[in-house]
């Protein structure tokens, strides 16, 4: 079949091709756009049509394949551009808010606290903090355990207070300076 042939075939199709199209877009243009777009891939890739098989579910094949793929395409479109003039909040909040420089100015008021702690607290607190058993601390710093697990229950409180901005989300936290 020379490609002339074939091209005649397809558009002798058109109309049931574009009744299958408004089955999927529900819309007389978008639909007039798949038929288009289809008839164009159909008339494209003519050379994987086997000749004696059938034209018309090769081209409904090829209609619902474009539009599936069409489809996500906008789907995905849809989720990364905002259509709107204005940012509505809750993106203009989540945008400002989830990024790394956040983390660091946690990290530095945590830094900032912990260099507050008398180092009596701080010892113990850090050495549990990384791993250490009660008994390693006692040992280490030749205390009893007892009085281990009381300094890192009291840096612990110390910790709390010098946080306590970040209980209730609240970004900055305040230092009391003379306590």
Excluded: C
Aim: aromatic residues 12%; positive net charge; proline residues 3%.
């Amino acid at each position: 079949m020379t490609k002339i042939e074939f091209n005649t075939l397809v558009l002798r199709q058109a109309t049931s091709l574009r009744s299958y199209a408004l089955h999927f877009t529900h819309d007389a243009d978008d639909a007039n756009d798949l038929v288009q777009d289809t008839m164009l891939k159909a008339i494209t890739y003519y050379n994987k049509f086997k000749e004696g098989t059938n034209l018309k579910g090769w081209l409904y094949t090829i209609m619902k394949n474009t539009f599936i793929n069409n489809y996500r395409r906008f789907v995905k479109m849809s989720t990364f551009v905002t259509k709107s003039d204005e940012i509505s909040s809750p993106n203009l909040v989540f945008s400002s808010t989830k990024n790394q420089g956040e983390a660091k100015f946690v990290m530095d008021d945590i830094k900032k606290a912990l260099d507050r702690l008398p180092e009596d607290y701080y010892v113990p607190f850090t050495m549990y903090f990384e791993g250490h058993k009660y008994h390693e601390i006692a040992d280490h710093l030749d205390i009893p355990i007892g009085t281990v697990k009381t300094r890192i229950h009291v840096a612990r409180k110390l910790l709390k207070k010098n946080l306590k901005a970040y209980d209730n989300g609240i970004a900055k936290p305040v230092y009391a300076e003379n306590e």
